[in-house]
């Protein structure tokens, strides 16, 4: 990306700050669990064709809010909007209908079902998978040929191909993190939610996991991803938002980002520096 | 007992219209469980609300001469209205049971199925339906069967096939048996046809991971929905067709008929189409050898003649658990799905 297309120049690094074009805008949502706030996120704006990171210490509540967002969790209150669009009280299917596929931390890969089974599932707008429909095969078999197409694609391009007819409960983790990844895109998707894209998946497949994120934004897809890894997040995000203890703490480019006092508080506990000996004596 | 003798009566459950019943609940369960993951543990309720519906159908517009609402019923169009009674039952059955539970984690299902199964039994055997179920006696099979037997084409005397003789027409016939088989057919097409279609690859989904098809935009609960209602469908069409060859009685519906269910399901092969057929019949197959063999070798001073029938039932359920503990796809299932091991 170059300066002068870059959507960020103008954006002030502050929690809660308005995007050039934003796709995804959450207000006030608030989510708790029993007396614990698991989130209360004030204002966030996501950049659209752009890879947002969403960065935190453990329990700041990054997938719970990647629940709220998709509609796997309700929140107390709050509303947000995707593409101008309320999702309230959307159902997951429906959200993910409407261009807003995530994938999950604990890779949800379909064992019993073959690689090309799992990204055919994947499709959207296939007819058969109405009932009637499904009984028969002429209505639907011109669209399963344009899907396995796509899929086989796909498949190529995460390098999967050669295993098509496997399950997917014979791949490795890797591999069922790029499955998980390749079989979002099938409904080519607006937006893709990674939740720890990273976790448990080895140095060598990192390199390429990276890469596809990246080729994804230059396809004009916006990513929303989680994760812990700092350095990947300084490798390949735009902007970064920093949650903690459900909040927003900070926002920013990710080579400022860290600098921020709040978001080292937030990592490393507030009095990290300051003397306990006066406690002590 | 001769060996020729035993040969014969296993030969003739191979193909008995009690074995076709049983491989059409079966093949129900086969959508339950095979393709969706469902853990239907009631389906002797679907069957035992099937065998009701049509029964009572039936009996009720043969005591009025044949007649529905003043228009007069051929025998074919009594039985029809029979079997759409039975499916109409199934269909509000599985409404009713899916409503609460599928939104819930699959164990839930499975209680309380096991409970509506024998709220049905219990509903249909008590003293207050007795005019309209017949209490725990059930229902007489002259009282249904007539409609049915008389559609049949066969003459209306025994025939004997080879070693086999059964009546042409009447109760466990010739006739009920191509009936039967033919439903059988009809219903693993079905599943058949189905299971490689995108609606079974979405079932197949739910039954993997809820969640994950739910992210790729499926509704997963009217699929589920959808799942319970056609299996518990058919396998009231199996609990009619049972009733042909029997009569209605609550009590052989109980517990240990969907048991028996599951274990021909597991033995044949979960989501396989034709391993419910090859379950049933060797079930049913292995039962009367048993059952034959302990007659002819075990002493009666050992075993009474009245322990022979829960005593071979034990050895199938022993069957069942080496069946489950070292081949647990079944007979037809995929090996390579034992390697997956994630759950």
Known sequence: MTAKEDPFAHVNATPGAAKVDPIIVAHGVHRTFGGLTAVDVEHLEVQRNAITALIGPNGAGKSTFFNLLTGFDKPQKGEWFFNGESLQSHSPAKVARA?????????????????IENMRLGAAGQGGEAFFTALVPPLWRAKEALITIKAEELLDRFKLLDKQ????????????KLLEMARALMSDPEIVMLDEPMAGVNPALTESLLEHIVELREQGVTVLFVEHDMHMVRR???????????????EGPPETVMQNTAVQDAYLGAHHDTDLSEDLS | MDFAGLLTDAGRELFAPT?????????????????????????????LLGMYGYAITVREIEQHDGQLFGITMAAGATVAIGFLVAIV????????????TLKLRGDYLAIVTIAAAEMVRFLGRSQSFKDLTGGSTGIRGKDFKGPFESLSPFPDRQVTIGPFTMHGSVSTSWWLVVVSWSVVALAALLFWRLSRSPWGRVLKGVREDEDAVRSLGKNVYGYKMQALVLGGVIGALGGVLWSFGNAVAPDSMGRPTTFWIWTLLLLGGAATVFGPILGSALFWTALVIVKGLAAMFIPTDW????QLEPFSLMLVGVTLMLLV?????????DRRELAINDR
């Open chain 2, 19 to 47: 074995t076709a019943a049983f491989a059409l609940a079966a093949i129900g369960l086969n959508f339950h469980f095979g393709l969706t993951g469902l853990l239907n543990m009631g389906q002797a309720g679907f069957m």
């Open chain 1, 236 to 250: 390949i995000s735009n902007w970064v938002v920093v949650m903690a203890e459900g909040k927003i703490i900070a």
């Open chain 2, 89 to 100: 039952l199934a269909v509000l059955f599985g409404l009713l049971l899916g409503w609460p």
């Open chain 1, 165 to 176: 007819n496997d399950f997917a409960g014979e791949l490795s983790g890797g591999q069922r």
């Open chain 2, 325 to 333: 503990i070292f081949r647990p796809q079944g007979i037809l299932g």
């Open chain 2, 303 to 306: 075993l009474a003649p009245t």
């Open chain 1, 99 to 115: 261009g807003m596929v995530r994938t999950f931390q604990l890779t949800k890969a379909l064992s019993r079902m073959t690689v």
